[in-house]
């Protein structure tokens, strides 16, 4: 059956395509924006693409300018979605080499007659060459296979491959469980197990990082609602951000949507951005800050310590906690001017009313210094590794201890 790749940014129109065209037995592939969906066109060759024309980044006439340039994706037959009617839009659309344009909102039936007509014409053309784009993966480098091993986990749906792992965070007083970092991981059906170490930077570089992280935020806030549900009245999960995530036009209002949805106060997660982020675009994040915290969301610097954040300029960030870098908490017990720093860093994050977190606890000494400079919470292998979801539930529910 055809293969027909769906490009529409907006998540409700893009599934409800997706279940028409599954209806019908079409093979398909989504994508979430243009770049995802310029990298599946290409690894994929879909049969025919149906593409949105407004899209934040890449919209659909870039979208289609860049399919016209690479000799397997430029006979690929291409179908505009547009909201707008105006003349001239669709005049530029043809212009550039679209097969057909439907405008929004259109009907189930001229969706596949449109469809039904354009495959038609394409496979009486004489000059369809069968590109046989999926020549073997062994040629390529391996980033390009876990590359495009993930657009298609992403295309087909396959969100079952990835999980989410929970740290606990730990209250170095009480040494009780009060909270959790969750972590995503990829365990994939064709190349097993890969580390957020490769699959973070992989997923940003590719715009992935998007459809990932509405996963994770949807599943994470699903999850918080079980464990609040189960007595942990006040338990509350870290999600780490990227900057791609944060800057996004339509961020804040899926989150809280994710909030909604699964009836969890916002205050019950907690957003870990690092400075370095910040530091890219430091107004936009800032104001983006404050605006996901003036709807009840925590904030905190993730990894602090390790860029370039001024300590004057945590002054002006809307921010609840600071997480402090490993690198400070690692053999903190042998290195004096660490501790120092460190207890430094401690005491001026309390004046500013912030919550401090050490990172990375590897071991009983450096848990003791920890203790000693009066850590808020406690995070670290020495606790707990990161666990999967019946695991980190079974510690929760017993009420352990993770602190003696
Ligand atoms: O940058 P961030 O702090 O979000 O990094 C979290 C990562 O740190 C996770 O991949 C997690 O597995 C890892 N991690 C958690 N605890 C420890 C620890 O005690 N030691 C080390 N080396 N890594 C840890
Ligand atoms: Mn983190």
């Known amino acids: 059956m055809a293969k027909i790749l769906v490009i529409e940014d907006e998540a409700s129109v893009r599934e409800n395509i997706l279940d028409l065209l599954e209806a019908e037995s079409f ?49 690929i037959p291409f179908i505009f979605l547009t909201a ?12 550039l080499g679209a097969d057909d344009y439907l405008t929004k909102p259109f009907t189930r039936s001229e969706l596949l007659s449109a469809i039904k007509s354009r495959l038609e014409k394409q496979k009486n053309n004489i000059k369809y060459t069968s590109n046989n784009q999926k020549k073997s993966d062994s040629f390529l480098p391996e980033l390009q296979i876990l590359k495009s091993c993930l657009l298609r986990t992403l295309a087909h749906r396959k969100l079952r491959e990835f999980q989410a ?3 606990p965070i730990v209250d170095t007083s009480s040494g009780l469980i009060v909270g959790a970092e969750s972590l995503v991981r990829w365990q994939s059906s064709e190349l097993g197990l890969i580390s957020p170490g490769e699959l973070i930077p992989l997923a940003e570089s590719t ?58 106060h916002p205050s019950s997660l907690e957003l870990e951005v690092t400075e370095r982020m910040i ?13 996901l915290r003036s709807h009840g969301l925590k904030l905190s610097i993730d990894d602090f310590g390790t860029g370039r ?26 290195d004096r001017q660490k501790s120092v ?47 999967p979801v019946t695991e980190f539930e079974e510690l929760l529910l017993t009420n352990v201890r993770l602190i003696a």
């Open 27 to 75: 093979e398909t592939l989504a994508a979430a924006n243009g770049k995802i969906g310029l990298d599946l066109a290409v690894s994929e060759v879909p049969d025919l693409i149906l593409c949105d024309l407004m899209m934040p980044n890449i919209d659909g006439y870039e979208v289609l300018k860049k399919l016209n340039l690479q000799a397997n994706t430029a006979t």
């Open 84 to 95: 707008r009617t105006a003349k001239a839009d669709v005049r530029t659309g043809m212009d």
């Open 165 to 167: 792992h929970y740290q």
């Open 207 to 264: 715009g992935l990082i998007i459809p990932i992280g509405e996963w994770l935020i949807h599943n994470v806030c699903n999850q918080t609602k079980i464990w609040q549900d189960a007595g942990y009245k006040n338990f509350y999960a870290t999600i780490n951000i990227s900057v791609n995530q944060l800057i996004q036009p339509d961020f804040v209002s899926k989150l809280l949507k994710s909030l909604v949805e699964n009836d969890l």
């Open 279 to 291: 530091g890219q675009d430091m107004n936009t994040a800032i104001n983006r800050m404050q605006e």
């Open 309 to 334: 954040c001024s300590l004057l300029h945590l002054k002006q960030l809307p921010i609840d906690t600071l997480k402090i870098d490993h690198y400070f908490i690692h053999n903190i017990d042998k």
């Open 341 to 387: 720093i460190t207890k430094g860093i401690v005491e001026m994050a309390h004046n500013l009313n912030l919550q401090v977190v050490a990172e990375g606890v590897e071991t009983k000494a450096e848990l003791n210094i920890v203790r000693a400079l009066k850590f808020d919470k406690t995070q670290g292998y020495l606790l707990s590794h990161p666990l």
